[in-house]
């Protein structure tokens, strides 16, 4: 029983110092923010801190990892009837609206690149692995999957930080619709 405590307590902990960055990120942003401002939001000690996290790119990253989880939660509770590069973004676009704070801390501009970079790197690994089974022309594709993932990915991660720049002034099925209207006819040719 004293385990179960203590792991509640070690995620209480976490949990705040991850909200507390979140908060500072939003009103300073990433590069302004330091452990000293997360000790003294989540009103722990130094120590505490050090206990948990290595350095403040530690922590940042571990906010990454919750967003992740929940995207994936999201993406797998999604009926698998489309498998298309832009249903994919949809849920992304979806998830981003239902995670707003999450998202603008991370992915927006006051997050800076690092949370981007991984986000990049997870996506296009995600979507390579999606568009080599995709492809018809196995032998000698055009354009190699990973080239494709990547553009894809760098393109969609260009709109989503706009969007959440600009206090979303579409709706996410809106955005992703833009999305396809301007990526879909180079993919498919690609692809067929």
Not at 45 to 60: C, I, N, V
Not at 152 to 178: C, K
Not at 183 to 189: A, D, M, N, R, W
């Amino acid at each position: 029983m004293p385990e179960k405590n203590e792991d509640r307590r070690i995620q209480r902990t976490r949990k705040l110092l991850q909200d507390a960055l979140l908060a500072l990120i939003l009103e300073k942003g990433y590069e302004d923010v330091t452990v000293q401002d997360v000790i003294d939001r989540a009103n722990v000690g130094r120590s505490t801190f050090y206990a948990h996290f290595q350095d403040k790119e530690s922590l940042f990253l571990s906010e990454f990892e919750t967003m992740r989880t929940l995207f994936e939660r999201h993406l797998l509770s999604q009926p698998a009837t489309d498998t298309s590069p832009w249903s994919l973004s949809l849920v992304i676009f979806k998830h981003a609206q239902d995670n707003l704070q999450l998202y603008t801390a991370l992915a927006g501009k006051q997050g800076g690149s690092l949370a981007l970079t991984h986000l990049q790197t997870y996506l296009s690994a995600l979507l390579r692995t999606h568009l080599k089974q995709q492809s018809t022309k196995k032998d000698n594709p055009p354009v190699p999957p990973e080239i494709l993932a990547h553009y894809l990915v760098s393109a969609f991660m260009s709109l989503l930080t706009w969007w959440l720049d600009n206090n979303r002034p579409y709706s996410a099925e809106r955005m992703n619709e833009m999305f396809r209207q301007l990526t879909q006819p180079g993919v498919e040719s690609i692809l067929q």
